[in-house]
Structures are given as structure tokens and as C-alpha cells.
């Protein structure tokens, strides 16, 4: 079986300042797949990232990075400088290489909240 | 805007009722899902279909069923609502390939059961 946890449920911080959102992951299989989306208060999920898990570097896309470990299965999502835009639920999800089917599990996201 | 339609935006209907929910994926795209986003069971994989074959089973109710049609278009038939039934229900598509590509989301139809 696979899960994802977010344990943070809600984080709030003051324009500028950086925020690390925590993901860790639970699956048996040795290939797999981690994600980050985005839920803006308007309600739409919008995809952010996608990491393999034999691809262990880091990656950052503008004020966006993402700190991925296999030793302690977690997938951390920072957004540095963060803004009121950044205001959303995030979620990460796991899919499982294993079959064809690709259906996506998601953690209970964490609410960010971004404030002047 | 991902290039995932869905129609209607809302819905409002009552218990007992039946509603069709339809989906049309990105141009290019083979495979459609269908999510589930509640306040008490998150967000939950449905279903999936992959060029009008379905390919996986989520946990699905019996009173729903979902197909798709051979211009890739798919729809989620919901009946004998209940009130638990209220949800956010979003459709998915990825390109055709290795299973692992990311998937794109449409903007979701909000479903009340009254």
C-alpha cells in the first residue's frame, strides 16, 4: 500500500519569509513517481513538480526548490521569499511504477497562508 | 488554463437524483482519471480510463460509473446521490507514454446534494 502524510496541516507566515512544506511517502516499490501540486483558493489543481525516484537531485525553479531523500523518503517543497500569491493548498502525491495504471495518492495537503 | 474542460462548473441537485459530469482531456492525451476532493476523505483516485479502455479502479461506489468515448471525451455518471455525495470532482489527463507522466487537472464541478 502506499501513503503520503503531510503532517503540517496549516502553516502561516509573513510575506517574504521562507517556508518548507514537509512530504514523506510510504511504497514498496523501488520505482516510483512523487509530485507537487497547488490548489489556489479558486479551486483548480495546477502541477508543479514531478520527480523520479532514481533521480535524487534537487531542483529549484525560481523562488521554488525541492529537497528530495530516499533515506528518509520524504520530498520537501521550500518556497523562498514566499508571496500572498503563494497563498494555497499544497499537496504531494505518489504514483507507483508497478502495473499501467497511474492513479495518483495524495497526502491531506497543507494550507499555506501568506500575509502582508 | 491546463487544457482539461469540464462541464458543468456546479451542480446543485437533490438526494436520490442521478447527474452526468463530462470531462474532455488536453488535445493528444489517451488517459482521463477521475478524482474525488471531499472535506472528510481528501482527495481520492476514482477511476481511470486509457483510449476508452478502463485501467484502474480506485474506490469507486456502485452507483457511479464513468466511460469514455472514442473522441476521448469521458463521463462520470453519478446516481441515487446522497447527501455524501458533495464533493469537488475533478478529471485528469496525461500523455500517452511510460504511465508516469504528470497529470493535468481540469478545473473541477462542484457537486451539492441537497
Known amino acids: 500500500a502506499q501513503k503520503v502524510t503531510q503532517a503540517q496541516t496549516e502553516i502561516s507566515v509573513v510575506e517574504k519569509e521562507d517556508v518548507t512544506l514537509d512530504c514523506v511517502y510510504e511504497?514498496?516499490?523501488?520505482?516510483?513517481?512523487l509530485f507537487w501540486y497547488k490548489q489556489p483558493p479558486s479551486g483548480e489543481l495546477v502541477f508543479l513538480i514531478r520527480?523520479?525516484?532514481?533521480?535524487?537531485q534537487n531542483e529549484i525553479s525560481g523562488r521554488y526548490s525541492w529537497n528530495f531523500q530516499k533515506s528518509t523518503s520524504s520530498f520537501n517543497f521550500t518556497i523562498t521569499a514566499s508571496q500572498v500569491v503563494d497563498s494555497a493548498v499544497y499537496f504531494c502525491?505518489?504514483?507507483?511504477?508497478?502495473?499501467?495504471?497511474?492513479?495518483?495518492?495524495f497526502g491531506t495537503g497543507t494550507r499555506l497562508q501568506v500575509t502582508l | 488554463d491546463s487544457g482539461v474542460t469540464q462541464t458543468p462548473k456546479h451542480l446543485i441537485t437533490a438526494t436520490g437524483q442521478r447527474v452526468t459530469l463530462r470531462c474532455s482531456p488536453r488535445?493528444?492525451?489517451?488517459?482521463v482519471y477521475w478524482y474525488q476532493q471531499s472535506l472528510d476523505q481528501g482527495l481520492q483516485f476514482l477511476i481511470q480510463?486509457?483510449?476508452?479502455?478502463?485501467?484502474a479502479k480506485g474506490n469507486i461506489l456502485e452507483r457511479f460509473s464513468a466511460q469514455q468515448f472514442p473522441d476521448l471525451h469521458s463521463e462520470l455518471n453519478l446516481s441515487s446521490l446522497e447527501l455524501g455525495d458533495s464533493a469537488l470532482y475533478f478529471c485528469?489527463?496525461?500523455?500517452?507514454?511510460?504511465?508516469?507522466?504528470?497529470?493535468?487537472f481540469g478545473p473541477g464541478t462542484r457537486l451539492t446534494v441537497l
Open positions: 511504497t514498496r516499490d523501488t520505482t516510483y513517481y
Open positions: 520527480r523520479n525516484s532514481f533521480d535524487e
Open positions: 485528469a489527463s496525461s500523455a500517452p507514454g511510460q504511465g508516469h507522466n504528470e497529470q493535468f
Open positions: 488535445s493528444g492525451d489517451l488517459s
Open positions: 502525491a505518489l504514483k507507483a511504477s508497478t502495473g499501467t495504471a497511474s492513479k495518483l495518492t
Open positions: 480510463y486509457y483510449n476508452g479502455e478502463e485501467r
